[in-house]
């Protein structure tokens, strides 16, 4: 699948990689994909992201992913269903970082121990990519872009998805923004 993939989105892949290396995370996963996405410069996905996310907007992007982070990746559906049942996640992370520390929850341990020298993807980034191909395709795309990890990452679900959507960045406003480029 990689060979089909254009530099624009080689270069959000190897981003990925990088910001998982970054952060000492042991797989490069959804976050570290838009995180890359978010560096990208004169492609369509951050033509994109620059139109539904202006640069002034993504410190609130990143701190809500962080936030995220330390709840150990709980999407807001997930926190109201454990609340329904009487978990209260807010105090839960209170009481382990008062324990364990800040961020104790992230999982981003700095303990890695692979040994081929690389960053395996997790299960859901596998999902992203697999969505990109299935994306291009509906779009009768010849060659896998950035836009189309942009527009996979929006309809993956979890906690990125929801980040972006409330930042205004879902599908429908991506393919907009995407399809508006091209005809421009």
């Known amino acids: 699948m990689f060979e089909r993939f254009t530099k624009a989105a080689r270069t959000v892949v190897k981003g990925a990689v990088e910001h998982a290396e970054r952060a000492g995370a042991t797989v490069v996963t959804p976050e570290h994909l ?15 992201l620059r139109t539904l996310c202006p640069p002034d907007r993504r410190p609130s992007l990143v701190a809500a992913l962080t936030d995220a982070r330390r709840r150990a990746g709980l999407s807001r559906a997930d926190q109201e269903a454990l609340a329904d049942l009487g978990i209260d996640v807010g105090a839960i992370v209170a009481r382990v970082e008062e324990t364990h520390g800040e961020g104790a929850l992230a999982g981003d341990r700095k303990d890695s121990g692979w040994w081929s020298g690389r960053r395996s993807f997790s299960r859901e980034a596998k999902t992203v990519m697999e969505k990109s191909l299935r994306v291009a395709l509906a779009r009768k795309d010849r060659e896998i872009g950035d836009e189309h990890i942009l527009l996979a990452l929006t309809t993956t679900g979890g906690v990125v998805a929801e980040v972006l959507a409330d930042h205004g960045v879902t599908y429908a406003s991506v393919d907009t923004a995407v399809s508006g480029a091209a005809t421009a």
């Open 34 to 48: 838009l995180l890359a996405l978010l560096d990208g410069e004169g492609t369509r996905a951050a033509g994109a």
